[in-house]
Nanobody, 121 residues
């Protein structure tokens, strides 16, 4: 199982970025979401896309970040607008789903490798 995140990079304050994350190797995916991590801190929840198409976004970013999903392609996006220097962090995608292991169906939470977002003032 692999989650491949992309779209991170450097941007000026006030600018946008769109992160993408593709899941592969799973039998199925239920929920997909985004977290971020500041140096020396625990991962912080940002947004979640549920299998019924509903979403949940952290209050701290909901006026600037939007999660969306292409269920057919096991892909989740995070549109980030009006970025601030304090948004500089490593962004991780995750997914809850199932995969085969030794012919058994196993439920698990998967994590992507992280993509760095740097916002300069």
């Amino acid at each position: 199982v692999q989650l491949q995140a992309s779209g991170g990079g450097s941007v000026q304050a006030g600018g946008p970025l769109r992160l993408s994350c593709v899941a592969s190797g799973t039998i199925g995916i239920v929920d997909m979401g985004w977290y971020r991590q500041f140096p020396g801190k625990q991962r912080e929840f940002l947004a979640l896309s549920y299998s019924d198409s509903s979403t949940n976004t952290a209050d701290s970013v909901k006026d600037r970040f939007t999660i969306s999903r292409d269920g057919a392609k096991n892909t989740v996006f995070l549109q980030m607008n009006n970025l601030r220097p304090e948004d500089t962090a490593v962004y991780y995608c995750n997914a809850d789903g199932w995969h085969y292991s030794d012919s058994q169906v196993v439920a698990a939470r998967y994590w992507g490798q992280g993509t760095l977002v740097t916002v300069s003032s």
